[in-house]
């Protein structure tokens, strides 16, 4: 059995995270060693599941947080981290994780569960807006309360946060107010013109750090969907010569198929023309034949239509094939009963 020591084991830790790619599809490294994603859909709908090692994993059984949160008996409605799963609840040093993982993510798709509303991944689309209306609330509170610029800027801050802590998960700790431009440093008339000017609210906007971010992460998306395309075109020539040996291939096969079966054919005809017994009956008809022509050569010289030496030839002749096909047939009927005897 392996120890405590052996299981905080850099190595073990990888092995843990390979079974994770091996048996799963869509896996994303977020953190290396610490974060990754598995992307699925059930009915139609887009899933995320993250898995979370903590320090003492593989130790300590990994957090699994489902995203858009769902009703499900094995998920906590409120956090969205999936708790009673089997693999979860029976979990030991010893577990795979990529089975673990599986193991959920088939529960999901053979159940489709139910979507709380509400319950979205936060994104730079969906900041927009509420930061927006805090901007005017905390403007029109300049206007009828007459508070300071620090403490608007305060205010505004505040009401980000705020925002960000109702719609965010614990595990989502990229989209914080830490990646927001610090508002306390705006001025009162830059706060004005953030709520009044649109192109200056989109400038403001693009300058958040999570908008940077995801931005260069389409950009990497897009240059690698190029790639592959370029990479699909550039094969699309190897392909069609693959496709046109493919057929030629089936044709030949198709036609050494036909020419086996002919030759099956024959091959089953003249298996059963040689047959030992199939040769022992053509004997005793040959045997049969030669004697009924023994008989008609006396019957055509008691009936005096032959002479006595045209009737010794061929009754002579007639008699000979008749002995000699009667012998052979018996040898033959020996060998066979010989060969059954001995259990062939």
Known sequence: MLTRAQFNNLDYRRHQIDTLKVFNDNVVEIVELEEYCVHFESAARSFILTVLLT???????????????????????????????????????????????QVVIREFERFPPSVIKNSTTVSSSNLILPLSINISHSLDNINTVGVSNNTVSAMQQQNINNYLSQQASPHESSLTASNLPNLSTLSLDELKKLDNDPEFFNDFIQEMSVVQQLNEELDSMINQLEYIARENLNKEGHLVELKRKLSDDVNTLKNLGEKCDQLNKKYLKKSDDYAPQHIRELLQIAVSTADTECERHVEQFLNGKIDVQTFLQNYTHSKKLSSERKAKEERLGQQLQALERAGF
Request: with cysteine; proline share 13%.
């Open 55 to 101: 320090v003492n994993f593989p130790n300590e059984r990994p957090k699994l947080i489902l995203s858009p949160r769902v009703r499900h008996c094995w998920v906590n409605p409120l956090t969205g981290e999936v708790e009673k799963a089997p693999g979860l609840l029976n979990y030991s040093p010893h577990s795979d994780l990529g089975r673990v993982v």
